[in-house]
């Protein structure tokens, strides 16, 4: 039969009817201990001999029929989740490095991975090693000189710089590495980095995978082995996800194909409104022509671009500052992936913790502004940006 499209499988992957009481829908199984008949049971439970759950810090039906969802539209044979997308990063990266290992990453990944890389991890012990993002020789030989992890994320935040998957990841394999992918940006929708070769997908699932703004989860997908060893970690520092924001994800991914193509179309055209916009100097979008890794964003993004752009305005600060209030269909927020419109500035958002002087070295420009575009009807949004950007 032929591979049913990407609607399809996010309605009907991993759902089932619940045996025990005929519903459709997942129940929400609010609950932190699971009691048994007799000790034997509990026992053979409690040693995976055989399945149930024991105690919902470690496993709950609702959070594991998630789990088993997200690894499915992940092509990933295991998934386990986490109460956060940092919580995730964080426990991939303390299960899978120890002293004098050494980890290979980007400087354009999200603020606080990067924090990870620059202050935690060298605490304890692990090389890093932050590569510019833009400079794929220097990546490559950062990856040659040896590593046990490649920690990618692409496309990036706020710039939407695009990095090659496949090749990275293949360089990375040569020497061993184990390699993680961020695919909060792209989506399983339009991304797919295990069957690039990726180890392991995290995924702030605050962002797409939830889309309503109102859950924060994170989940690791990847190779049975792997995400046991991560899961085992989780076990013990506890960061878990709970019933209720499971069963709201659960509905959230039904949604999430017609939701990311929609704001993949809204997020291209617009892009390419304001690329003709006289007071917009620079757009970053990988589905734009000018973007500079175009042609390999359309290989490994074969579902669409994404829903988030970024751009620079004449006037820096000040002018985004007179800009964004007047917007009437978009959100001033830290947030990004929702059926809203949401917009903020570097400074407020992805790169809150970094000076001006910082954020200039990253290639930062004061007058960017990152523009998550929701679902709305497009020709209202352009309205509703055209009427902002006319103060300029
Ligand atoms: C938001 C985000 C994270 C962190 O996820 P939280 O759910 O906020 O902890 C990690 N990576 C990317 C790309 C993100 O956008």
Redesign the pocket.
């Known amino acids: 039969m032929r591979k049913p499209g990407a609607s399809t499988q996010c309605v009907h992957l991993g759902s089932k009817t619940d045996p025990a009481t005929r519903s459709m829908t997942t129940p929400i199984i609010e609950n932190s201990a699971y009691a048994y008949d007799d000790l034997e049971t509990w026992r053979a439970v409690a040693l995976k001999e055989k399945s149930g759950d024991i105690y919902s810090r470690n496993s709950n039906p609702t959070v594991r029929a998630f789990n088993e969802k997200m690894a499915l539209l992940e092509g990933a044979e295991s998934a386990t989740d986490f109460s956060?997308?940092?919580?995730?990063?964080n426990t991939a990266l303390f299960a899978l490095l120890s002293p004098g290992s050494r980890a290979v990453t980007i400087k354009d990944?999200?603020g606080?991975?990067y924090l990870h890389f620059t202050e935690i991890l060298p605490r304890f012990g692990v090389q890093c090693e932050v590569c510019e993002t833009g400079d794929e020789a220097a990546i490559l030989a950062a990856i040659g000189k040896g590593c046990d992890l490649l920690y990618l994320?692409t496309p990036?935040?706020p710039l939407l710089r695009v990095v090659d998957l496949e090749k990275l990841i293949a360089a990375a394999h040569e020497v061993g590495a184990v390699t993680i992918t961020?695919n909060?940006?792209g989506t399983p929708v339009n991304q797919h980095p295990i069957q690039l070769g990726s180890d392991l997908v995290?995924?702030?699932?605050?962002?797409f995978i939830n889309g309503h703004n109102d859950v924060?989860?994170?989940v690791v997908c990847g190779s049975a082995d792997l995400v046991e060893k991560i899961y085992r970690y989780r076990e013990l520092t506890g960061p878990c996800l709970d019933a209720h924001r499971a069963s709201l994800l659960l509905r959230s991914l039904k949604t999430l194909a017609l939701r990311v193509q929609r704001q993949n179309d809204n997020a291209l055209q617009m892009a390419l409104y304001l690329e003709k916009h006289p007071r917009v100097l620079q757009v970053n979008y990988p589905g734009l022509e000018s973007h500079p890794m175009h042609a390999i964003a359309r290989k490994q993004m074969p579902g669409g671009f994404g829903g988030v752009l970024s751009f620079e305005i004449e006037g820096g600060l000040e002018a985004v500052s007179r800009v964004l209030p007047r917007l009437q269909y978009a959100a001033l927020a830290a947030?990004?992936?929702q059926v809203d419109t949401v917009v903020g500035p570097p400074s407020t958002t992805?790169h809150v913790e970094c000076t001006e002087e910082e954020r200039r070295a990253a290639g930062i420009p004061e007058g960017l502004i990152r523009y998550a575009v929701g679902i709305e009807d497009i020709q209202d949004l352009m309205e509703d940006m055209e009427q902002a950007l006319a103060i300029l």
């Open positions: 956060t997308g940092m919580a995730a990063i990944a999200y606080a991975t994320e990036t935040n961020d909060t940006f995290v995924h702030s699932a605050t962002k924060t989860a994170g947030n990004l992936g992805s």
